[in-house]
Nanobody, 118 residues
Framework: VKVVESGGGLVQAGGSLRLSCAAS????????MAWYRQPPGKQRESVAA???????FYADSVKGRFTISRDNARNTVYLQMNNLKAEDTAVYYC?????????????WGQGTQVTVSS
């Protein structure tokens, strides 16, 4: 399974970015997908998730500002980030939870840097 993120960059506070994550090598529509981030000097944290059925989860810190969605025809999950804040600066990672032999196996992308200038 290959997971590849794109869409990071430098943006001013209050601006928007859309991250994309393409996952190949598995039945994408059956996978639960998620975005995590790791701010400088901090541990990786969950940002948003979307189940194979379309249910979504958001961390409190991003609720109302970020939206996760998926396009199964394109094997892609998106993270629309609006009203960005300096504290959103982090490396953002995409996670694919793939069902293999009765267990969930996690696959990660290489990460994409998001920098929000204040």
């Amino acid at each position: 399974v290959k997971v590849v993120e794109s869409g990071g960059g430098l943006v001013q506070a209050g601006g928007s970015l859309r991250l994309s994550c393409a996952a190949s090598g598995s039945s994408f529509s059956d996978n639960n997908m998620a975005w995590y981030r790791q701010p400088p000097g901090k541990q990786r944290e969950s940002v948003a998730a979307i189940s194979s059925g379309g249910s979504t989860f958001y961390a409190d810190s991003v609720k109302g500002r970020f939206t996760i969605s998926r396009d199964n025809a394109r094997n892609t999950v998106y993270l629309q980030m609006n009203n960005l804040k300096a504290e959103d600066t982090a490396v953002y990672y995409c996670n694919a939870a793939v069902r293999l032999l009765g267990s969930n196996v996690n696959f990660w992308g290489q990460g994409t840097q998001v920098t929000v200038s204040s």
